[in-house]
């Protein structure tokens, strides 16, 4: 009996081995398909505040049945969509991928420039300027690069947005294509020469089906206003307000409204803009057969309209809340439709922003918070007589943006000055005005190594090629934007506190408090692919999210 039970035993092990050796292969395959979605402007607490209506198939799946890193943060200021959409990707910070905001004055050219503007490269599917656009300002590679450079370029990559930075910047150098949204009078999607000479025939299709016309409807709530109580009333001094319209309420006739608020670009500030975003999204699916093999392809989606969104209406507001609800059945159609088409588990998901917003301060103040608006032409009045008086000229300072001085090298050579004595001069002298909280010199974000803190995230936004000679920090709420709306830019956790949710083929389900970083996300997204990481990367695998 012993005998034959150990016989037995024996039989089992080898007629199990094989098996399980084979599934082990499987689970060790890699995704046919990564999607990486960002919702601009979207905080942490959305996934929290909203929760409770929230339907079962859209962020609630990603959050209970994939994995949530509930303390995830931006490393780096300033937080704006650019530098926030390179990062995620890129796994490291402006100071290294170079993208140090979405417009920055160039010391060589002596211009602003926008961060996916390229001259040097033409519109796709438009006569009109908006596609002159490629990732060339961007120094580092994305995941999505080391994918397609793993792959021999069997992999494919498909950037998705309603803005071109959006689109551009997550998918890379090495993108098979970048499709972003031109509104105005035309209302479809375009790319550029960077990536081909003329649109597929699916695009084509789509831009000629009537899809996106078909928005211009009415946005009313999706549920009754009166069950939206985790948010502001409808009605405040708080919000923006559409041309044409005399109050920020519900509903919107948006083919009315459509008439002079740019024509199809209003689409962009509705929730309707995020539905077109994921009806473009699985047509790229679809038309460029993604997923079909095991060899793995990206497709990287950004929905842009929450910003607008937030822009115009606050964090707070009915529209925000609404937009959010929407999103969720969004989200829950663009998943079912890739569990038929590609398989339940046979794709990866991660979820997160490009930065969060802050409530708006009008508001904050109204409850004692404190909070304000920073007096730029004040500032700038004082500040201007301030140099004429120390240095005999006010030219010594070429361009004021981004929060950052920048100074005329050769002027300052010229009048035998010492470069980094003028950058603390000048510190010195804006940190006595009332809205500025802090000042650093450029001199001491290349000398001196700040290991936490403000100062240490001004250090990861800091290009020592691009950035300025003098950095300022306004006080916490202080923004320099309308009365109405919320905005985005700072270190502070308003803007740093951003969903990251990780989902699908090589993902653990669970959850964690321990912080985690933007730049993790690509590192991870490497190491659960087993391919190189992004040329930059400073970020680190978050080991808890990946299954061995
Ligand atoms: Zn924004």
């Known amino acids: 009996m012993k005998k034959l039970l150990f016989s037995t035993i024996i039989l089992l092990c080898f007629l199990l081995s094989p098996i399980s050796s084979i599934s082990q292969t499987a689970d060790k395959s890699n995704p046919k398909l990564v999607i990486g979605i960002v919702v601009d402007q979207m905080r ?72 996916a503007g390229d001259e040097s490269v033409n519109s796709v599917g438009t006569l009109k300027a908006d596609g002159k656009m490629s990732p060339h300002r961007m120094q580092t590679t994305t995941f999505a690069d080391e994918n397609r450079l793993y792959t021999q370029k069997q992999g494919k990559t498909i950037g998705v947005s309603i803005k071109d930075r959006g689109a551009i910047l997550p998918a890379g150098h090495t993108a098979n294509a970048a499709y972003w949204f031109r509104g105005k009078s035309e209302g479809k999607f375009i790319s550029s020469t960077y990536y081909m000479t003329e649109l597929p025939k699916w695009v084509s299709d789509f ?8 928005y211009l409807k009415p946005w009313n709530t999706l549920y009754d206003i009166a069950t939206y109580t985790e948010s502001g009333k409808d009605l405040n001094t708080f919000e923006g307000v559409f041309n044409g319209k005399e109050t920020a309420t519900f509903p919107y006739d948006l083919k009315k409204l459509s008439k002079i608020n740019g024509g199809y670009d209003i689409l962009k500030s ?19 057969q993604l997923g079909t093999d095991a060899i793995t392809d990206v497709l990287a989606v950004s929905y842009s309209s929450t910003d607008y969104i937030g822009h115009k209406f606050g964090v707070n507001s009915k529209e925000v809340q609404d937009t959010y609800l929407r999103l ?9 439709f890739l569990d038929d088409k590609i398989g339940e588990m046979e794709y990866t998901v991660f979820l997160t922003a490009d930065h969060g917003a802050v409530d708006v301060p009008a508001y904050l103040k109204s409850l004692n918070v404190p909070a304000g608006y920073v007096d730029n032409s004040d500032m700038k009045t004082k500040f201007t007589e301030f140099m ?29 000055l010492d470069l980094s004595a003028v950058q603390q001069t000048i510190v010195n002298e804006l940190i006595t005005y009332n809205d500025i909280d802090k000042a650093y010199t450029a001199h001491a974000m290349i000398s001196t190594s700040f290991p936490d803190g403000i100062e240490h995230m001004i250090q990861n936004g800091f290009n020592q090629k691009r950035s300025g000679d003098v950095i300022v920090v306004y006080n916490p709420a202080y923004i320099s934007y309308s009365h109405t709306g919320s905005t985005h830019g700072s270190g502070f956790n308003y803007d740093t506190h951003v969903p990251l949710l990780f989902y699908g ?8 408090v321990t912080r985690t970083v933007i730049p993790d996300i690509a590192p991870t997204m490497s ?16 080991e808890f999210v990946i299954k061995k």
Not at 207 to 214: E, L, Q, R, T
Request: aromatic fraction near 12%; proline fraction near 3%; include cysteine.
């Open 44 to 115: 942490y607490d959305y996934l929290t505040r909203f929760y409770n209506k929230y339907g079962e198939g859209g962020f609630k799946r990603l959050m209970n049945e994939g994995f949530n890193c509930k303390n995830n943060h931006f490393n780096y200021v300033p937080t704006y969509t650019g530098p926030g959409h390179a990062s995620v990707y890129t796994g490291t910070t402006p100071k290294y991928h170079g993208i140090i905001s979405n417009n920055w004055y160039d010391k060589e050219s002596k211009e602003t420039v926008y961060c």
């Open 207 to 214: 831009n000629a089906s009537g899809k996106v016309a078909s």
């Open 270 to 288: 509705t929730a309707y803009g995020n539905s077109i975003v994921t009806d473009f999204a699985i047509a790229a699916v679809e038309g460029e």
């Open 328 to 336: 969720d059945l969004e989200l829950e159609k663009l998943l079912n």
């Open 388 to 416: 004429t008086k120390t240095y005999g000229t006010s030219d010594l300072v070429e361009n004021v943006s981004n929060n950052q001085v920048f100074l005329n090298r050769e002027k300052i050579k010229a009048l035998g």
């Open 505 to 512: 083929k090589g993902v653990k389900q669970g959850s964690t």
């Open 527 to 542: 190491a659960l692919l087993n391919i190189s990481f992004p040329s930059g990367a400073t970020g680190s695998p978050l």
